[in-house]
C-alpha cells in the first residue's frame, strides 16, 4: 500500500459524459501527479500539482482538467468523454520537488467510456 | 519524442539466475533514476533508484547501474524469484517534475 489513494476504482459512463476522479496524496506529500495508461500506450504524464499550484504540464487535453486542494486532494475532470477516453488513471503524490524526489501512485482509476 | 526507451519488450529468466533489464535515454537534463514494478490492473510499485551523481545503488536483491556517458541504466535482479514476474518501467525526472517513464519489460521467472 503506497498511500496513495484514488476513488472510484471502477466506473463505466457514456460518450459525452463528465466524469471525476478523486485522489488523497501520502500523508505529507505536497505534490500530486495524473498519469494516464491506455491499451496500446505506457504511462503519459498529464500534470502535476505542488501545494497547489500547477507545475507541470504533459499531454493533457482541453476535455480535460484538474486541480488540487487547500487540503492536498487532487481531482482529475474528464468532459465531453470520448471512446479513447476508456484507460487506467493513476494518481501520485512525493513530498515535494526538486532532485531524488520519489512518486508514489495509488492504485488506478479504470474508466471505460461505452 | 520517446526521451526514455526500454528496447526490450519481453525477458524470460530460470528462477535463481539474474535478470537483467535495461533502459536508455536521451535527454542529458535528466538527473534522477527510478525503476517501478507493475502488476496488470495495479498502480506502478517503487523499486529502487539512482541520482545522476552515483553509478551504482543497491538494495537487496535489486542493484540499479547508471552509465552517464553512454545514457543507459540497467536493473539487475539476483537471483531471481517466480514472484519478481511484472512488468518493469524505466522512469526518470529533471528536478523531480515530470516523471518520463519508458514503455515497460515484461519479466517472466521461470521456476
Known sequence: ?114 | DQQVKQNSPSLSVQEGRISILNCDYTNSMFDYFLWYKKYPAEGPTFLISISSIKDKNEDGRFTVFLNKSAKHLSLHIVPSQPGDSAVYFCAASVWGNKLVFGAGTILRVKS
Open chain 1, 1 to 114: 500500500d503506497s498511500g496513495v489513494t484514488q476513488t472510484p476504482k471502477h466506473l463505466i459512463t457514456a460518450t459525452g459524459q463528465r466524469v471525476t476522479l478523486r485522489c488523497s496524496p501520502r500523508s505529507g506529500d505536497l505534490s500530486v501527479y495524473w498519469y494516464q495508461q491506455s491499451l496500446d500506450q505506457g504511462l503519459q504524464f498529464l500534470i502535476q500539482y505542488y501545494n497547489g499550484e500547477e507545475r507541470a504540464k504533459g499531454n493533457i487535453l482541453e476535455r480535460f482538467s484538474a486541480q488540487q486542494f487547500p487540503d492536498l486532494h487532487s481531482e482529475l475532470n474528464l468532459s465531453s468523454l470520448e471512446l479513447g477516453d476508456s484507460a487506467l488513471y493513476f494518481c501520485a503524490s512525493s513530498v515535494g520537488v526538486g532532485s531524488g524526489n520519489t512518486i508514489y501512485f495509488g492504485e488506478g482509476s479504470w474508466l471505460t467510456v461505452v
